[in-house]
């Protein structure tokens, strides 16, 4: 994932970053739950920011 942060992530990277496996954000995706997901051609693609706005909104209140 060289230079992350100035592209758009494929689903490995979202894999990777999230720390899950892609049969597990494929899944997700096909629930409708998980982050955002662009469809570029034939490809997936996901934007950085919209991955951890994601991530945060899944955050657990502290009880």
Same mark, same amino acid.
Do not use: C, F, K
């Given at each position: ?12 990277? *979202?894999?990777?970053? &999230? ?8 899944? $997700? ?5 998980? +982050?955002?997901?662009?469809? *570029?051609?034939?490809? &997936? ?8 706005? $994601? ?5 657990? +209140?502290?009880v």
């Amino acid at each position: 994932m060289s230079n992350r942060e100035n592209r758009t992530w494929t689903p490995e990277d *979202v894999a990777e970053y &999230l720390g899950v496996p892609i049969s597990t954000l494929y899944r $997700w995706r096909y629930i409708g739950y998980g +982050p955002r997901a662009a469809r *570029v051609g034939r490809h &997936l693609r996901y934007l950085p920011e919209d991955v951890r706005a $994601w991530l945060h909104e899944q955050q657990e +209140p502290v009880v």
